[in-house]
Nanobody, 124 residues
Framework: VQLQASGGGLVQAGGSLRLSCATSGRTLNWRIMGWFRQAPGKEREFVAAITWRGDKIYYTDSVKGRFIISRDSTKNTGYLQMNSLKPEDTAVYYC??????????????????WGQGTQVTVSS
């Protein structure tokens, strides 16, 4: 199973990007999908997560009101719509997923499968 994150790029402050996270290989019956990011010189941090049913959604405080996480169950794909981007959002963004949801949605160890990362650069 592989996760493929895409949609990153260079955007001016205030702009928007939509990241996608697709699965390949065997069907991944994920129950939780999360997005993390890692800025240069910093540790990777949690950004947002969503359950398969979409009944639980979580955001880190710094992106609340600006980012929207969603999923398309028919395509087995997750999305992160990023609006009102700021220079401090610049990072490599990773999607992650797991077939079991234990409730530790903020923790990296919750997720078994990881994408390769996509670069998001926000210029001021």
């Amino acid at each position: 199973v592989q996760l493929q994150a895409s949609g990153g790029g260079l955007v001016q402050a205030g702009g928007s990007l939509r990241l996608s996270c697709a699965t390949s290989g065997r069907t991944l019956n994920w129950r939780i999908m999360g997005w993390f990011r890692q800025a240069p010189g910093k540790e990777r941090e949690f950004v947002a997560a969503i359950t398969w049913r979409g009944d639980k959604i979580y955001y880190t405080d710094s992106v609340k009101g600006r980012f929207i996480i969603s999923r398309d169950s028919t395509k087995n794909t997750g999305y992160l719509q990023m609006n009102s981007l700021k220079p401090e959002d610049t990072a490599v963004y990773y999607c992650a997923a797991d077939e079991y949801y234990t409730g530790s949605w903020r923790m990296e160890h919750e997720y078994e499968f990881w994408g390769q990362g996509t670069q998001v650069t926000v210029s001021s």
